[in-house]
């Protein structure tokens, strides 16, 4: 039988969260304070705590934290006070699963708990693909090894965290350049946690016709507007249970921002022309490649909606802060094109070492998807399945070779390393040439080269200029 630990300073509440969970099968301990609730942690083993913020002793802060440090594997729920968003906030910073608020809906709690007892032991998940199929015994290592292509420091940090925010209910926003992969890394926090059989709804938030934004996002009743011949379910309750990822957030307007946010604060929605609004249980991701921060300053992002969606914000590096990942992920599109294209049924072509030098002398300010798209079109444009520097159709950076293109394949990652010294040239006098043209000035040397400020200083410091 699975155990619980419910803490409450207040013996009616305790008494009725008890028997809340017990008729779901869980053996359910109490305590009325931190100290008690020390007591029982060092005792017994649990599956799931419920905790009060404010208990007599201190608060349920420290529990949290506690539990996180201590007993990572148990997923903890904070009680807060009716609106109290900013102890929400905290709690799912330091580690709780979700929070409920008061007045306790018991239909709420249950549902919370039920997802809680879905997070997986160990970090073996199976999942379901997106073709609907299901992938067993999958480990956390291998799906996102699978899925985010890279060894960087960079990177193995963004796949460290992703493990960890999965085992959370915390609003995720994922920040990051166009072509970084934020949906991949949204369906990844999605799969590796306790929705992961439940739907992963993706919304393109700057695809849909403004007209048709609240009927899209709540759905609609029969003859609520010229055209409803029938009731629709919106993508909210087509999310039930599961995953809701709004990519591209920032291209919402202010009146859809609105709407969007008490959905997300009240977890209810209304339909277009309902009478009233109805519960929904989806958690939220949500993405964009603009700086909310600096539209919320403008004005053109509600400060409010920006806190809700901003409880913890993931970075996902563009390819330029983790080019030694290009070989690995050169490797993985090549694989990936010649498995699907079933009508040629030939081997992966092999790459030339001239033609990793022009890909890592490369911006590429369109990031994964772009040199997806160039190897694409190389596989189209090469001779006797081997890819040549010329096959790319990349734009010169004015690098010169003294020698003639080596036609030697790349059989191995261990290949390259006989070619730092020539990149590092490559990008030293790139960088020079964009410094004398913008007469030194970083930032517009930067746009010339297709670069973020913060990417280009990245290099800067790299290659030792000052």
Known sequence: MLKCLIIDDEPDILELLVMTLKPMELD??????????????????????????????????????????????????????YGDVESAVNALKAGAFDFVSKPVGIEQLRKLVNTALQLPKEQIQTTVKEDGTIQLGVSYDELLSSNL?????????????????ARSQAPI?????????????????????????????????GAIPMEL??????????????GAYSDKA?????????????????????????????????????????????????????????????????GKFRQDLFFRINVIELYIPPLCERSEDIPLLVDNILAKLSLNDSQLNQKQPQLLENAMVSLKAHSFPGNVRELENILERAI???????????????????????????????????????????????????IRNALEKTRGNKTKAAELLGLTLGAFRHRLKKIGFK
């Open 234 to 298: 919106g993508l909210f309750q087509a999310a039930e249970g599961g995953t809701l990822f709004l990519d591209e957030i920032a291209e919402l307007p202010l009146s859809m921002q609105a709407k969007l946010l008490r959905a997300i604060q009240e977890k209810q929605i209304r339909p277009v022309g309902a009478a009233k609004e109805i519960p929904v249980d989806a958690r939220i991701l949500s993405a964009t490649h603009r700086d909310l921060a600096q539209l919320v300053k403008q």
């Open 380 to 430: 189209t444009l090469c001779d006797n399945n081997i890819i040549e520097y010329k096959d790319l159709h990349l734009p010169d950076p004015k690098m010169t070779l003294n020698s003639e293109p080596n036609l030697t394949p790349l059989i191995n990652e261990s290949n390259t390393t006989q070619l730092d010294p020539l990149l590092e040239y490559v990008e030293k006098e790139t």
């Open 173 to 205: 926003y994922i920040k990051g350049e166009s072509g970084t992969g934020k949906e991949v890394v949204a369906r990844m926090i999605h799969a590796l946690g306790a929705r992961a059989t439940k739907p992963f709804v993706p919304i393109n938030c």
């Open 28 to 81: 359910c301990y109490t305590a009325s304070n931190i100290a008690q609730a020390k007591e029982q942690l060092l005792a017994h083993e649990f599956d799931f705590c419920l905790t009060d913020m404010r208990l007599p002793d201190g608060n349920g802060m420290e529990l949290i934290e506690l539990i996180a440090k201590n007993h990572p594997n148990t997923p903890v729920a904070m009680i807060t006070a």
């Open 149 to 165: 292509v890279g060894k960087s420091k960079i990177m193995q940090k963004v796949k460290d965290q992703i493990k960890k925010l």
């Open 213 to 226: 934004m609240e009927s899209e996002f709540f759905g609609h009743k029969k003859g609520s507007f010229s």
